[in-house]
T-cell receptor, first 109, second 114 residues
């Protein structure tokens, strides 16, 4: 079945560093792709999404491009802040949302 | 807007006990779902519903029951709790089951089964 694989963490960066979290997917159809973020003690919330190939989702300085040729949806941010510390989940939807294992990001001042 | 409300936030059970996790949403969403979150495994779908009176199984349904008598409520029942059901449980909803719809999540229930 459809699935998502994302880079394992944890990832620790200094403030203002560049962030990449890799995500690849396996799908038989044409899923939508998502990045969700989970702050401590909270539920997941949508960070960004892309619904078709070559679409770029963006929000709060984060970006990800739906690459059908490489079946990828890598998350990037040019300059991370301490407030970006959270767990990030890549997900695809083929009617039901399927999540990757999550990547914990810690940003140090 | 309250969004998706889950209760309780924390629960400790003994093996064999039963309990119900409550979930309610006030956004008139058709689609509601339950996930469990385990370390290193992300979120896995337990059960889902596409409307009142309609439920179906997800990836890991064994040991759990659900019902959907109203649009707003989607309780998850553990009939006989087992230590393997120790996890964090999230309820989520969306306008529909369409592939491009985002999910709105509750704040979770941390369950420990001793």
């Amino acid at each position: 079945g459809d699935s998502v694989t994302q880079m394992e963490g944890p990832v620790t960066l200094s403030e203002e560093a560049f962030l990449t979290i890799n995500c690849t997917y396996t799908a038989t159809g044409y899923p939508s792709l998502f990045w969700y973020v989970q702050y401590p003690g909270e539920g997941l919330q949508l960070l960004l999404k892309a619904t078709k190939a070559d679409d770029k989702g963006s929000n709060k300085g984060f970006e990800a491009t739906y690459r059908k040729e490489t079946t990828s949806f890598h998350l990037e941010k040019g300059s991370v802040q301490v407030s970006d510390s959270a767990v990030y989940f890549c997900a695809l939807s083929d009617n039901d949302m399927r999540f990757g294992a999550g990547t914990r990001l810690t940003v140090k001042p | 807007n309250a969004g998706v409300t889950q209760t309780p936030k924390f629960q400790v059970l003994k093996t064999g006990q039963s309990m119900t996790l409550q979930c309610a949403q006030d956004m008139n969403h058709e689609y509601m779902s339950w996930y469990r979150q385990d370390p290193g495994m992300g979120l896995r779908l337990i059960h889902y519903s596409v409307g009142a009176g309609i439920t179906d199984q997800g990836e890991v349904p064994n040991g759990y029951n659900v019902s959907r008598s109203t649009t707003e409520d989607f309780p998850l029942r553990l009939l006989s709790a087992a230590p393997s059901q120790t996890s964090v449980y999230f309820c989520a909803s969306s306008y529909s089951r369409a592939t491009n719809e985002k999910l709105f999540f509750g704040s979770g229930t941390q369950l420990s089964v001793l």
